[in-house]
């Protein structure tokens, strides 16, 4: 596997790690009975795939992170609105036949997880464009020379565009619900830190 889709994965957990210092995220602290959670993001969060799918338009299962969580803690109340393909951009606008994602997050709200920002820098574009150059080349580095022709290391750039679209999004959650505990999650490593 190349350095570039290395550099892409690492890019989007760094993406989520820099949207939480700039967010002002805490350190985690217990649970209170009548906790009112909020999770917000795209397909990373919906868990399309995993059974039991409860929203076909967004594919968002009863068991991922956001639902598994909710459940831990006893919130009091629980809404996700999660949903596949999401962008930052779906954090204002409705997306398919659900509404805007930030319209779930209100003055009661105390607990919220974002995890958005894989599809600004167009993810399922470079996963799929990696996979087939990888598949021609399999012990080069076929998706770094992509990603980096011409001397510019295009996901590095997506990635620094997309630091921006997540840090307003976590700016209009304090701004709806100032007193809320936000939590920014990254995207998992899927791809080795080193090998071809």
Known sequence: MGKSRRRAL???AALGAAALMVGGGAAPSPATPAER???L???YTS???VPRQIDADCARSDRNYPSLTARSIGAASFRDVSCGGATTAEMWRSQRSNPSQLTAVTKDTTLVTVQIGGNDIGFGEIMSTCGSLGAT???GAPCTAHYTA???DVLADR???AAPLVEKVLDAVHARS???RVYVLGYPPILPESGP
């Open 150 to 152: 011409g001397g510019t």
């Open 137 to 139: 080349d399999p012990g």
């Open 47 to 49: 868990a399309p795939g």
């Open 10 to 12: 690492s890019g989007l």
């Open 41 to 43: 993001g795209d397909s």
């Open 178 to 180: 100032p007193r809320a």
């Open 37 to 39: 959670y909020v999770a």
């Open 159 to 161: 990635i620094a565009g």
